[in-house]
Antibody, heavy 121, light 108 residues
Framework: QLLESGGGLVQPGGSLRLSCVAS????????MSWVRQAPGEGLEWVSG????????YYADSVKGRFTISRDNSKNTLYLQMNSLRVEDTAIYYC????????????????WGQGTLVTVSS | EIVLTQSPGNLSLPPGERATLSCRAS???????LAWYQQKPGQAPRLLIN???YRANGLPDRFSGSGSGTDFTLTISRLEPEDFAVYYC?????????FGGGTKVEIK
């Protein structure tokens, strides 16, 4: 239901754009997020965007460098990543907000399979 | 920011045993908005529990969640071979959303 793409190897300071194509649900009705996992580490909520688009969240670690967006006509979520750092190396998962909880960014269900971003010289 | 501390970090048990995983929050989780996920090697996390105690669709009833406020527990009543994995808790009662560091359940 969620299929990410766009990961790869990039040098420090470089850019990448991740995409996540959704299917099987009414994409525009749901808040979507990016969650990352560095190799051998835990999970970190990186960014989120409301169903209609205006509301966004960025973790302090990526604020000013990453931009989340969505194209509801294409059922696609994006993450533009600029000024990449070695510490941004991780699997990036796209995730849909669970049902309910109008007052929360929510839990995540389902998750995509992830796309690996490696930042290295 | 709410910090979630999971314990133990590693849990080694034989199949058939009961597993009890803890997730403690640094402050009260609003509305008991606490989720649990299972992650197997090379796979994405999978939702198990939301709202502290509500099982995801199709989840076997050997999995149960409990707790409120700052202390939450995931219990697996009888471990099956497919249950050996890493388990994460996540709070969504306040922003930013945060995850615990995980508990790895291993076969003994």
């Amino acid at each position: 239901q969620l299929l990410e793409s766009g990961g790869g190897l990039v040098q420090p300071g470089g850019s990448l754009r991740l995409s996540c194509v959704a299917s099987g649900f009414s994409f525009s009705d749901y808040t979507m997020s990016w969650v990352r996992q560095a190799p051998g580490e835990g999970l970190e909520w990186v960014s989120g965007i409301g169903g209609g688009g205006p509301a966004t969240y960025y973790a302090d670690s990526v604020k000013g460098r990453f931009t989340i967006s969505r194209d509801n006509s294409k059922n696609t979520l994006y993450l533009q990543m600029n000024s990449l750092r070695v510490e941004d190396t991780a699997i990036y998962y796209c995730a849909k907000k669970g049902v309910g909880m109008a007052d929360s960014w929510g839990y995540f269900d389902p998750w995509g399979q992830g796309t690996l971003v490696t930042v290295s010289s | 920011e709410i910090v979630l501390t999971q314990s133990p970090g590693n849990l080694s048990l034989p199949p058939g045993e009961r597993a009890t995983l803890s997730c403690r929050a640094s402050q009260s989780v609003n509305n008991n908005y606490l989720a649990w996920y299972q992650q197997k090697p090379g796979q994405a996390p999978r939702l198990l529990i939301n709202g502290a105690s509500y099982r995801a669709n199709g989840l076997p009833d050997r999995f149960s969640g409990s707790g409120s406020g700052t202390d939450f527990t995931l219990t697996i009543s009888r471990l099956e071979p497919e249950d050996f994995a890493v388990y994460y808790c996540q709070q969504y009662g306040s922003s930013p959303l945060t995850f615990g560091g995980g508990t790895k359940v291993e076969i003994k």
